[in-house]
Nanobody
Framework: VQLVESGGGLMQAVESLTLSCTYS????????MGWFRETPGRERKFVAA????????YFEDSVKGRFAISRDNAKNTLYLQMNSLKPEDTAGYYC??????????????????WGQGTQVTVSL
C-alpha cells in the first residue's frame, strides 16, 4: 500500500492544522487506519486511529480533546485535525495502515505500514 501524507507546515502555538493521507488501495476502506509521529532520536509514537466506519476512535493521551481523526472512504483519504497546537507537537507525522486482513484496532501494534511523513513544526 502507498500512503501519502500532506498538509504539514510551520505553525504557531494555539493554531490549527489538518493533515491528509491518501491510501492507494481501496481494500483499506474497511480497515482501521492511524497516525503516528516521530521526533529525531526518539521512537515513533501512536497518535490516533479510526475504525473503518468511523464509529470508533482512539487517541494518545496528550492529544485527547485537541486532535480529531476522520476519514473519507470514497476518497481513500484519512485526516488528522490538530487544534490548540503546542511546541511539543512538533514532529514528523506518519499515516499508518495495517496488514491486509487486520481490520480492527489491537493497539498501536496494529499497524505495519507508514507513509513518508509530513513535518509539523510548532513555535511559541
Amino acid at each position: 500500500v502507498q500512503l501519502v501524507e500532506s498538509g504539514g507546515g510551520l505553525m504557531q502555538a494555539v493554531e490549527s492544522l489538518t493533515l491528509s493521507c491518501t491510501y492507494s488501495r481501496r481494500d483499506y476502506r474497511d480497515h482501521v487506519m492511524g497516525w503516528f509521529r516521530e521526533t529525531p532520536g526518539r521512537e515513533r509514537k501512536f497518535v490516533a486511529a479510526i475504525s473503518w466506519n468511523s464509529e470508533s476512535k482512539y487517541f494518545e493521551d496528550s492529544v485527547k480533546g485537541r486532535f480529531a481523526i476522520s476519514r473519507d472512504n470514497a476518497k481513500n483519504t484519512l485526516y488528522l485535525q490538530m487544534n490548540s497546537l503546542k511546541p511539543e507537537d512538533t514532529a514528523g507525522y506518519y499515516c499508518a495502515a495495517p496488514q491486509l486482513g487486520t481490520y480492527y484496532w489491537h493497539g498501536p501494534q496494529t499497524f505495519q505500514f507508514w507513509g513518508q511523513g509530513t513535518q509539523v513544526t510548532v513555535s511559541l
